[in-house]
């Protein structure tokens, strides 16, 4: 156990080297970084006018109120936030370490290649106005639907955010692991980055059968929408067990995979 922990916390020290050197970068070139920040705030704000649209008209969708609809939208805005500040970048050049080899550098290291390959990169510019974003508008709902703004709430909510933020990262990190065999695996990502989509409205607009593949079978749904139900409170005993046990299961698999991969993984300088 203890030298688990001592793992653990190396693994949380060098994330916080990763992210200090890439600030570093972004300091160094900030063209880089004013200009992905004003490219993001564009595209948050296209996305933003048709929900402003929506939310204007009053429709009220499978029992979801506008209200509870912008949770779902401010949720889901905090989730590309995540996503792009921690594992875009980062999964992006994931198949070029394998055709240029720099994947058997980071093999020599005395780190997990795994945590190597999804944590070295950290993006600065495009969460900023997705975060901002995405808590006004939790924060504007909550407060218009009078929802108790216990201690309770709140560490359900962060607590269900973490729990996506693990299926999350599995589901997305599948697709670039079948670079091992195939070198590029970008239709398949791209084929889950549209599904991605998916979560911009509440998932009860969806008939049943595709809500139980996008949260149980390929968990792409489970991401937003699983914090905005428990915010709102609907959610049945099933999915608050789903909610722990989606995160454990994901990363089961997606490590499982990983290591397979990895053994028949051969160098590109071989």
């Known amino acids: 156990m203890s030298i688990s922990l001592m793992e653990f916390r190396k693994h949380v020290r060098m994330f916080f080297i990763f992210a200090k050197n890439s600030l570093l970068g972004y300091m160094e070139y900030k063209a ?8 993001e705030t564009v595209f948050l704000l296209s996305k933003l006018i048709y929900i402003i649209f929506v939310f204007r008209l009053g429709i009220e969708i499978n029992g979801i109120s506008p209200d509870q609809m912008m949770i779902f939208t ?7 936030a ?9 999964f992006y050049r994931f198949a070029g370490h394998i055709r240029n080899g720099t994947l058997d550098l980071y093999m020599t290291k005395p780190l997990s290649l795994q945590f190597m390959i999804s944590f070295r990169h950290v993006n600065f510019a495009f969460p900023i106005p997705n975060l901002i974003a995405g808590i006004t508008m939790v924060v504007l709902a909550w407060q218009r639907l009078d929802i108790d703004p216990s201690l309770i709430h709140l560490a359900g909510y962060i607590g269900a955010i973490l729990s996506s933020t693990i299926v999350m990262y599995s589901v997305l990190l599948l697709p670039q692991i079948l670079a091992f065999w195939t070198v590029k695996s970008g239709s398949i990502f791209d084929m889950l980055d549209k599904c991605w989509d998916l979560n911009n409205m509440p998932m009860y607009i ?10 149980y079978v390929v968990p792409i749904l ?4 699983m914090p905005s139900v428990y915010l709102i409170e609907r959610l ?5 067990i789903w909610i722990f046990a989606a995160p454990v299961l994901s990363l089961l698999v997606v490590r499982l995979f990983w290591k397979l991969a990895v053994k028949r993984y051969e160098s590109a300088s071989s």
């Open 236 to 240: 049945d005993l099933f999915l608050a």
């Open 32 to 39: 880089n970084f004013y200009s992905g920040l004003i490219m």
């Open 74 to 80: 401010g949720t889901y805005t905090i989730m590309i």
């Open 206 to 215: 969806y008939p049943k059968w595709l809500r139980r593949i996008g949260l």
């Open 82 to 90: 995540i996503y792009t500040g921690l594992f875009m970048d980062n």
């Open 222 to 225: 489970f991401i937003t929408n």
